[in-house]
């Protein structure tokens, strides 16, 4: 009893500081958490997972009962003893068989999840890189996700992640596919889940810019240079009609006295002229 009352404490403790944190009283840098943890009755199945700043750190896994670090690097700087993560998963089956009991067998539903593929790195044609297929939104935990290409199965350069648990407790995967981009190739991200009616696919292919045929490009050239030409040609018309304007004679002076010619200061001026030759 002791001890129970003990971890009652602390459980409310700890929801004490977590509802103050969310109101601003209390600000964490950094977060490191134990889980989420699961255990699912179809095939046996559970994981138990490391997070800190809400990335993967590990991950425990039921069958293979080691810990997989979500980088190889992060196992030459720490170590876990999967053992922990298999005693936590063990705790939640119990758990989880009692509650099946108390609700009568009743089932969470399916929910469908989403999925979105896209490279690594900007996609040059010959140059190795990666496919990453998102699969999102996944409840319950049990999916199948496998690649294609060009219509046909691919093993070879695929690996995974383990499952991300999400605040609105469903689930995130994430599958990698490492491929060289070809420009007739095409590729498919495969899921098979049970909130899908049929298999959903993922397609993706390079997007490779369509270079303009020759007789294009000559087409466009020749356009270019119709079009220069008739505007140095515009304005060397323009240039010479206004040279024109600019020598028409200007006549200055009156008439003299009524029935007399001309005034003898009457004459006709004729301005400079300029000549433009090309």
């Known amino acids: 009893m002791v001890l129970r009352g003990r971890l009652v404490l602390g459980l409310h403790t700890l929801m004490t500081l977590l509802s103050l944190q969310e109101v601003g009283a209390i600000k964490a ?8 943890a699961f255990y699912q009755s179809y095939d046996g199945a559970g994981q138990f997972t490391y997070d800190f700043d809400g990335e993967q750190l590990f991950s425990v896994d039921l069958k293979k009962r080691e810990a997989v670090w979500r980088l190889p690097e992060f196992g ?33 539903p399916n929910v469908s999840p989403r999925v979105a593929v896209l490279p690594k790195s900007h996609v040059q044609l010959g140059e190795p890189n990666v496919l990453i297929c998102i699969v999102d939104k996944i409840f319950p935990p049990v999916i199948n996700i496998t690649w294609l290409r060009n219509g046909h199965p691919v093993t070879q350069g695929v690996t995974q992640s383990s499952f ?66 008739g505007g140095f040609l515009g304005g060397i018309t323009l240039i010479i009609t206004g040279t024109c304007l600019s020598s028409t004679p200007r006549c200055s002076g009156g008439l003299g006295e009524e029935g007399d010619g001309p005034s003898e200061r009457s004459k006709c001026e004729t301005p400079f002229s300029f000549l433009a030759s090309f």
């Open 29 to 36: 840098d950094h977060m490191g958490s134990y889980g989420p």
């Open 164 to 229: 991300y648990a999400q605040p609105d407790h469903l689930f995130r995967k994430f599958h990698y596919l490492t491929f060289v981009p070809l420009v007739d190739d095409f590729y498919d991200c495969k899921v098979e889940h049970w909130g899908l009616d049929q298999p959903l696919f993922q397609h993706w292919e390079p997007q490779v810019p369509t270079a303009l045929p020759d007789t294009t490009g000559t087409l466009v050239c020749a356009l270019g240079l119709v079009l220069g030409l």
């Open 76 to 108: 030459n700087f720490a170590y876990f003893d999967p053992q922990s993560g298999l005693v936590s998963i063990a705790m939640i089956k119990a758990h989880l068989e009692d509650l099946v009991k108390r609700s009568n067998g009743t089932r969470a």
